[in-house]
């Protein structure tokens, strides 16, 4: 599956940003979406993922209650609803996806990664 994501900018602290991933060349039935994130010199980290067929989400504890992760089936599209947004939140995100369920929050899990779309919080 190949995946586009998009949507990032530069915001200022508390301002919200919506991110889209756009699946293309398979179905996500059965499978998992998630979004993750690499500030500059750190580790890329887990935000949120969705599972594709029945909707449940999951998220980091660093982003919850601020951060909403959804999807369109009809339009193949995963979102990341990023609301009061701080500083720390500047990274580049990027989508993922897996063809099963992935039931711990590790990149290792994912197959399909999108290119990125870089979120710019200033203070």
């Known amino acids: 599956v190949q995946l586009q994501a998009s949507g990032g900018g530069l915001v200022q602290t508390g301002d919200s940003l919506r991110l889209a991933c756009v699946a293309s060349?398979?179905?996500?039935?059965?499978?998992?979406m998630g979004w993750f994130r690499q500030a500059p010199g750190k580790e890329r980290e887990f935000v949120a993922r969705?599972?594709?067929?029945?909707?449940?989400?999951k998220y980091a504890d660093s982003v919850k209650d601020r951060f909403t992760i959804s999807r369109d089936n009809a339009e193949n599209t995963a979102y990341l609803q990023m609301n009061s947004l701080k500083p720390e939140d500047t990274a580049v995100y990027y989508c993922?996806?897996?063809?099963?369920?992935?039931?711990?929050?590790?990149?290792?899990?994912?197959?399909?990664w999108g290119q990125g779309t870089q979120v710019t919080v200033s203070s």
């Open positions: 993922a996806a897996a063809p099963f369920i992935v039931l711990q929050p590790d990149a290792r899990g994912f197959q399909s």
């Open positions: 060349g398979r179905s996500l039935s059965g499978g998992t």
């Open positions: 969705i599972y594709w067929s029945s909707g449940s989400p």
